[in-house]
């Protein structure tokens, strides 16, 4: 209680500030009468690669401007979900999952498929995708493969991610927020142009989640979350045609998890009706990270080209633990730690924008050191379940012994001791990647003005290594005995007999590939805002190795020597038995087939394929009815090639991801944006996707052809308005800023058997804004309906899990700039 008078005082004391002080370029784009305004023309952003604005290229794309971002509660990448055509990205789990789709191609593990560069330096793993957004100016999507001049791991699109720059923003910002569930968050940043030649920014953010929701187990909130960091930024221009860009940003992240509910069992035994559609589990669960990227961009003109060079440092060091049971059995945990460090350079050499003929070449490469472990620990019911499923299995296989008049049937029992059994694991998976590449635009093709050609490739080279330790040491005491019919008689063959076991995996594997990324694209400019476009273009999501793996290779590892110490004391005792000949020789031919120990390819059984597709598409940029309307068309044909999807161990035991073959994505985008009046704005987009399996056969019963690809929406789409109320001249406000939207998708398949589902669901989000010069109060509501729905689902021996999407929750924000 203490903690909320604290917020709101502190809210109430910065209103009389926000409420003072000359116009704000942020909340008052110039408007030329009822003109949409072109993102791309208010916020110039240096980009090393592009010759032309999003909107003159032959791809399809959507940008946001700080002010939309705000008007459309994005705080992070996963708050784009929707906003963007065929754009997916669900909300579930932590800031380590951040599943990215677009057009049937997306990732839940491993390596992105669609990329991220924030200021030009790119992100190179997804676990560093979800981070703080209060010092954002712009944001692209681009959709369709962006491999020619991106490479590896952008073959669904690519987001740029750009911050204010100290040169053309100035004074300091102060933003304050609270919302209902304990959610509270404070910025400030200051941004300084101290002269013609040099310009800094200094910010500091803090955020905090109460959660939303209980788990049944404790009754404490699970999915809380603390944040705070800052950004330092520095440009420095030595001289007229030379720029220095400096950045350095460091985020702590501490969350709480998973808000994973019960919903029931898939097969097996009968459910438990009262776990169903609750949330309760007995190990605590969270996820912690320090995230530190820093980056210099550096920009040369000379009089017929630029030169650039971005040279990015990651550092990522986080600690995941997870219940891998979700319920309150005590079955088994998992915890997982990251070291990862990357280095990054790209060197670009372009032509001046405006020429006939327009290119674009450079070179790029990056090291990432990776350094996991990831260690699985059986507790207490794990031990019994893994006790009971030995046994289960092996006295499937014990005959009936017939002596005589008599029979026996032999009773077979085999106990992991202790109330522990640990799996550690520890991986080391150094990537070097190099890629050349080349890009052409021929202006004014065979004299006709207006028309273009465009000719690329990149040509992506790639390292990967493995260097890995698992094993396991345990004991176990086995007994054989046998139960004498009719006289239900038991007779002790073998005595109990204590063994230990210890199996391992220690080695290195290595491989490396080629990929070779054309793109091919025809455009003719009907002026410098429309045009019509087609395209082909190539991309690839890179492969990798499942260490998550190793915990299944060792599981049946586990019971080939525990078979192996039963087969080495029962054989004997058989042979001397007064048994016949045929039956004691199928039983010594059952225990020694178990004791066979797997003949183990360490790469095959961990190695998965690089990923790649050709997108064939046509598209148009048209800005209509005197500027009062801007459409963005495109219609797209997809064909995926080793599609990588992610799928629990056959234990169970983690994720890992395997190659599916093909698919193929059909489908359209539309995003419309008008002007009606100087106060009244509206804005739509609507994707369709068609993505399916056309080759996936697992086995003779397991033939997904047909189906659909798991998590790509067939549909997505959002509308939304905004309307200006202007007050009279001498009113305490300048005026009052009503927006609105609403965004949908689905149907959304959870699984590649497409036996789950979440329906399309939509919820309704809006704001109201008080503006007064540079402040601005602003009350805001998200899923203002109350929408019930599953943001995510998935299935672990032979369970369902869900997680609900977030509850309807009301909040203020005041944002000032001094």
């Known amino acids: ?70 008007n459309n509660s994005v705080t992070s990448v996963k708050s784009l979900s929707a906003l963007v055509p065929n754009l997916f990205i669900p909300d579930y789990g932590s800031k380590l999952t951040t599943s990215v789709y677009i057009r049937g191609i997306g990732s839940r593990i491993n390596t992105p498929a669609v990329g991220l560069y924030v200021d030009n330096i790119p992100f190179i793993d997804k676990s560093a995708f979800d981070f703080n957004y209060s010092d954002i100016e712009r944001i692209d999507v681009m959709r369709g493969p962006q491999g020619t001049l991106y490479g590896r791991n952008t073959m669904g699109g690519l987001i740029r991610v750009f911050t204010k720059s100290p040169f053309t923003y100035q004074g300091t910002d102060l933003r304050l927020g609270a919302a209902t569930y304990n959610n509270y968050n404070a910025s400030l940043t200051h941004y300084h142009r101290i002269s013609n030649q040099f310009a800094f920014s200094v910010g500091l953010f803090y955020d905090h989640k109460g959660g939303f929701f209980k788990n049944d187990y404790n009754g404490k909130r699970i999915d809380t ?33 998973y808000p994973y509910e019960y919903t029931g069992k898939v097969s097996g035994e009968e459910d438990r009706a009262d776990y169903i559609g609750r949330i309760s589990y007995d190990n605590a669960c969270g996820y912690k990270r320090n995230l530190l990227n820093t980056g210099l961009n550096l920009e040369y003109q000379a009089d017929n080209f630029i030169l650039s060079s971005v040279t990015g440092f990651q550092y990522l060091r986080d600690h995941m633990d997870l219940d891998q049971d979700f319920t309150e059995q005590n079955i088994y945990t998992m915890m997982q730690k990251q070291n990862s460090k990357t ?16 290119w674009t070449t450079g070179v790029s490469g990056f090291y990432q050191w990776l350094d996991t472990e990831a260690p699985v620990t059986f507790q207490k019911d794990g031990v019994n379940w893994l006790n009971s499923t030995i046994n289960t299995n092996a006295n499937k296989y014990m005959p009936t012994i017939s002596m005589g008049p008599m029979s026996m049937k032999l009773n077979f029992n085999d106990i992991i001791n202790g109330e522990q059994l640990a799996i550690p ?18 202006n004014d093709l065979f004299g006709l003005e207006g028309l273009s050609f465009t000719a690329g490739l990149r040509m992506d080279y790639e390292s990967l290594k493995l260097d890995y330790y698992s094993g396991c040491q345990f004991t176990h005491t086995y007994s054989l005995g046998g139960t004498l019919t009719p006289s239900n008689k038991v007779i002790e063959m073998i005595p109990a007999k204590e063994f230990n076991v210890n199996n391992s995996y220690d080695g290195k594997l290595s491989h490396d590939y080629i990929q070779l990324l054309p793109k091919f694209a025809l455009q003719y400019d009907f002026d410098s805002r429309n045009n019509i476009y087609a395209s082909v273009s190539k991309g690839y999501r890179s492969g990798g190795y499942n260490i998550q793996m190793f915990s299944d290779l060792l599981q049946n590892d586990m019971q080939a020597s525990m ?61 209509l009815f005197n500027g009062k309307l801007q459409a963005d068309l495109s219609a797209f044909y997809m064909d995926t090639r080793d599609q990588q999807l992610s799928r629990f161990a056959e234990s169970g035991l983690g994720r890992i991801t395997v190659n599916a ?76 800023t009503l927006d609105a939207n609403y965004r949908a998708a689905g149907r959304i398949y959870w699984t590649e058997q497409n036996n789950a589902s979440q329906a399309l669901y939509g919820t309704l989000n809006g704001r109201l804004s008080l503006n007064k010069g540079n402040g601005q109060i602003g009350f805001w509501v998200n899923n203002a309906l109350n929408k019930d729905y599953q943001a995510f689902y998935f299935e672990t021996m032979s369970r369902g899990f869900a997680q609900k999407g977030r509850p309807v929750q009301v909040g203020i924000d005041i944002r000032c700039r001094f």
Request: hydrophobic share 35%; proline share 5%.
């Open 661 to 736: 073959g093909k698919s193929r994505s059909l489908g359209a985008e539309a995003s419309l944006r008008a002007q009606l009046t100087d106060q009244f704005s509206l804005n739509g987009n609507y994707g369709y996707t068609y993505a399916t399996f056309t080759d996936y056969v697992i086995s003779e019963t397991e033939n997904y052809n047909g189906n659909y690809v798991p998590f790509v929406p067939k549909h997505t789409f959002a509308v939304g308005g905004q309307y200006i109320f202007p007050l009279r001249k001498n009113a305490i406000l300048d005026n009052i």
């Open 425 to 442: 694991g520890k991986f080391s998976t150094p990537i070097l990647n190099g890629a050349i590449f080349h890009q052409s635009t021929f």
């Open 343 to 358: 280095l990054s350079e790209e060197i670009v050499l372009k032509s001046k924008p405006r020429r006939r003929w327009q």
């Open 563 to 623: 078979m192996k110490d039963v087969a080495g004391v029962t054989i004997p005792a058989l042979e001397s038995a007064p048994i016949k000949d045929e039956q004691k020789q199928n039983i010594i031919g059952i225990l020694n087939g178990m004791a066979q120990s797997p003949q183990t390819d360490v790469k095959a059984a961990t190695l998965y394929k690089p990923e790649y597709s050709w997108n064939y598409e046509i598209g148009s940029h048209l800005t």
């Open 225 to 257: 979350d603390n944040e705070f960091g800052g950004r330092i930024r520095a440009i420095y221009l030595p001289t007229e045609n030379l720029k220095l860009d400096f950045t350095v940003n460091y985020e702590y992240t501490n969350q709480g998890g």
């Open 1 to 70: 209680m203490k903690k909320n008078i604290a917020i709101v005082s502190l809210l109430a004391v910065s209103i009389k500030s926000a409420l003072a002080g000359p116009v704000s370029p942020e909340n008052s784009l110039p408007k030329d009468t009822t003109k949409v305004i072109d993102i791309e023309e208010v916020v110039v952003i240096a980009t090393p690669k592009e010759n032309n604005r999003l909107r003159q290229q032959a791809t399809s794309s959507t940008s946001f401007s700080q002010s939309a971002m705000r």
